[in-house]
């Protein structure tokens, strides 16, 4: 300020003082952000620090390159303690999706400033994997509430993988227990979704299908670690047994098709009074299978000749033969 009044003064003198000044203030800037950074505060020390890095542009120093290296290291200290601790409060109140960001965003900026063997690295590669785990497990779960089985099973299988594949990063001893965990709820996920499947194909007497899917459900139990548990032991026999009896429904539907297609040539074969045209109203009803024979009810109603007449004849079905024959006791 003395010199800006005074023309007989050293220009070198006041190059030096300039100089000297612009360097104090930047050493101020640089001890105030550095300072705030040990008290955690953290806006505050970003704004000092980045005034200090846009001073060390206008000094004539040789380190310039250190002081720009070490003002960039500092605001990146700055970026991984506050995605850091975003990150951290996210995880603590459950919200994985939110925490993943922040801790890749923390992880970048420690993987552009810091060394590849920096404990800081390997303290963000935990918590991005956890997140990870976690947010994906918590996927799978609301997929399973929400009865999108497929969705679930894909969830619950990429959280095994992350398990499986981070097993050194995660460091955790419950490794092979939170994995069987997250497969017995995927397991179950597939149960219901084949029961529920080969429900929908019995109601639409798509018996083929069903049976497809009855199968895949007695698979996937079988295959897996829980085959002599309790719970999926007794789905394994009531799956078997649903089996059996669609084979029944299988073999009986068409012996009762054909019968109810029928019926008018069958009865006027033994019942030679009457007419095809009066018959109506076929029912044929299965009573029981002896030996290799399936014996059906075969019913219907004649019409045309006073008070309606109902007509009942049994025949018998050769499973060997795949024949037909009249049955009564007497047979």
Known sequence: DLTSNNEGVDPQLIFTVSENLKMAEFNVLL?????????????????????????VNTLNIE?????????????????????????????????????LGHYKKA??????????DDPAIEELNQLVIKAQLYYTVNEGKNAFTNANWDEAIDKYGKAIEILESNRTVLRQASTDENREKLARVMLQASVIRD???????????????????LQ?????????????????????????NLIKQTETDILLTDKIIYLEDNFKELFTAHYTIASPESLVEPAVIFEKQLGRKLIFKLECIEIGRGRPLKLVMKYAHDLDRGTWSFYSSSN
Not at 224 to 237: G, I, Q, R, Y
Request: glycine residues 2%.
């Open 216 to 240: 895949s459900v007695i698979d996937s139990i079988t295959r897996s670690t829980f085959s002599k548990e309790e719970e999926f032991a007794a789905v394994v026999d009531d799956t078997r």
């Open 31 to 55: 001890r105030s952000g550095s300072e705030l950074i040990e008290r955690e505060k953290w806006v505050l020390a970003t704004e000092d620090l980045n005034k200090a890095l846009a001073y």
């Open 195 to 213: 029961k529920q499947d080969a429900a929908r194909f019995l109601k639409n007497q798509e018996y083929e299908e069903a049976i497809n899917k």
């Open 107 to 116: 992880l970048n900026v420690v993987k552009k400033s810091y060394a590849a």
């Open 63 to 99: 380190n310039k390159a250190e002081m720009i290296d070490e003002i960039s290291l500092k605001l990146a200290e700055i970026s991984l303690a506050t995605s850091k601790e975003e990150g951290d409060r996210s995880f603590s109140q459950g919200k994985w999706e939110e925490a």
